[in-house]
């Protein structure tokens, strides 16, 4: 992306579009690596395949971005980051690093064991690891810099080599300090570890391997701090691109206005006597509450309905947003109807873990088809927990027939129109997306909801931040299209 360019007004609001600044910088390390800091996988997108990319090219790439499908992905997708790389399994390039990586080690400890003992190798292990660290601090923290090329100084590490004075546990120690100072909170516990390792061979191994995961916080962390211009900037660049595209596109979009038509409110008589055609819908709040509730439809999508075409790059996104739904209304529905017996309702923690183990149980579902097999094996988990649970309170097991009551009703979520407590619990998640969608304050969970808060969260932020972005990019031109139907 242009340098230059300033984050767009449309952007502003779209969520998970600012970095947090309170996340300690952090990065990672490998000795053997000469790729200017380690190389790493940027995940594929529908429109572009996975690509290897060094630190450097990490921070062009933020800086530059010329993909669409790629500034797109970054800018909606919270849980999009690159990725540790390995060469493919039985290749060529796995066999000559592995084989590398292992004979390095191997000369160390020779060289180290020998008398006296020879430092060749640990000098370029410790010239390697100064290296990581220009990588790991990025020029950001200059005192630490100039501390580590200090301690690590090539001449003066040799001269205590020739000499014979060389304390190699002394500068691994240094090492691991600047690393528990450096690493992301998530890998504390790993650098910590590294303390209890006597072996001084193991010791720097670990060392290594820890630092090849600190460089790939750090270039996430590059990826995350960067997603504040890149919202800004594709925004501006996908307005750009459509804009082209229609130069050249004129049968118009069928399916988008087919969507939004049958999310617009039929007129009342009133509404027409009170109403000119001129002044019946206008680029105001009113077609923007026409849109999202179009926006709505996506999550409980038809098949039968074409998907619109300003959601083309979002439709597998949006698909799985709508199999998550399903879960945890699903979820949802299950718990309540368990629920309903004084057994469980009574015991907090029984309900607690019951309510984890059905969304394992449902975590792979994500069509209504999937989801009739799935709710045996909850069923059938249910009825276990329940029985145990009765044993405990010396109560006598259900009987048959309120067994088969309590089995047909979590047999009957599999089907939204023989379920009423599907259908209430589907109402409620609903209604709480749609004030996500309309609020910029926390949304308390619905009833019934408390024990999947976390995961109804989630899917909150993840629809808004879809649909936010998507009304940056195209909102003049859905108003166009609504105005043009309620005057048609």
């Not at 304390?167 to 450096?182: G, N, P, Q, R, T």
């Not at 996506?298 to 399903?326: C, H, Q, V």
């Amino acid at each position: 992306m242009p340098s230059d360019s300033i984050p767009s007004s449309e952007a502003k609001d779209i969520p998970g579009s600012s970095a947090s600044g309170s996340e300690r910088m952090r990065t990672e390390s490998e000795s053997s690596d000469k790729s200017g800091g380690g190389r790493f996988v940027l995940p594929g997108t529908p429109n572009s395949p996975a690509r290897i990319l060094t630190l450097d090219e990490i921070q062009s790439m933020v800086k530059n971005i010329k993909n669409m499908a790629l500034a797109h992905e970054i800018a909606v997708n919270t849980d999009f980051k690159l990725e540790p790389y390995e060469p493919p399994q039985n290749s060529i390039e796995k066999v000559i690093k592995d084989t590398m990586h292992k004979a390095f080690f191997d000369i160390l400890r020779t060289q180290l064991e020998s008398e006296p003992p020879i430092y060749d190798h640990a000098l370029v292990l410790l010239n390697d690891i100064k290296e990581a660290f220009q990588s790991i601090f990025l020029e950001n923290n200059k005192k630490a810099l100039d501390k580590i090329n200090e301690m690590l100084d090539a001449d003066l590490i040799r001269q205590q080599a020739e000499q014979g004075v060389l304390d190699f546990k002394l500068y691994a120690d240094f090492v691991i300090h600047v690393m528990s100072l450096a690493c992301a909170p998530i890998r504390d516990e790993a650098v910590s570890k590294l303390k209890e390792i006597d072996d001084i061979v193991d010791l720097f191994r670990g060392i290594l391997e820890t630092l090849e995961l600190m460089k790939l916080d750090m270039a996430n962390c590059i990826l995350n701090a960067a997603r504040n211009d890149v919202i800004a900037n594709s925004v501006k660049y996908e307005k750009e691109k459509f804009k082209e595209y229609l130069e050249y596109y004129k049968d118009g979009f069928p399916h988008t206005e087919q969507w939004l038509k049958r999310n617009m409110p039929q007129n009342t008589d009133d509404e027409t006597a009170t109403t000119s055609s001129a002044t019946a819908i206008t680029p105001d709040k009113k077609v923007k509450d026409i849109i999202f509730n179009a926006y709505m439809e996506l999550l409980s999508w038809d098949p039968i309905n074409e998907f619109p075409e300003f959601f083309a790059m979002d439709r597998d996104r949006l698909f799985a947003l709508r199999g998550r739904a399903l879960r945890i209304c699903v979820c949802a529905s299950s718990l309540a109807i368990v629920s309903g017996l004084p057994a469980i309702a009574q015991a907090a923690e029984v309900k607690k873990n019951l309510a984890k183990e059905i969304e394992i149980l449902l975590q792979n579902v994500n069509t209504e088809k999937e989801l009739e097999d799935a709710l045996q094996s909850v069923w059938l988990q249910i009825k276990s927990v329940l029985s145990k649970r009765l044993h405990e309170l010396n109560q006598k097991p259900l009987d048959e027939e309120a067994e088969n009551s309590l089995k047909a009703h979590i047999m009957k979520i599999s089907n939204v129109d023989e379920s009423p407590v599907r259908k209430l619990m589907w109402k409620r998640l609903f209604t709480y997306i749609q004030l996500v969608l309309r609020s910029n304050v926390s949304i308390p969970p619905p009833p019934g909801f408390q024990d999947f808060t976390e995961e109804l969260e989630g899917l909150g932020q993840a629809f808004r931040r879809v649909t936010y972005y998507n009304y940056a990019v195209y909102n003049e031109y859905y108003n166009d299209i609504v105005n043009k139907l309620s005057n048609s």
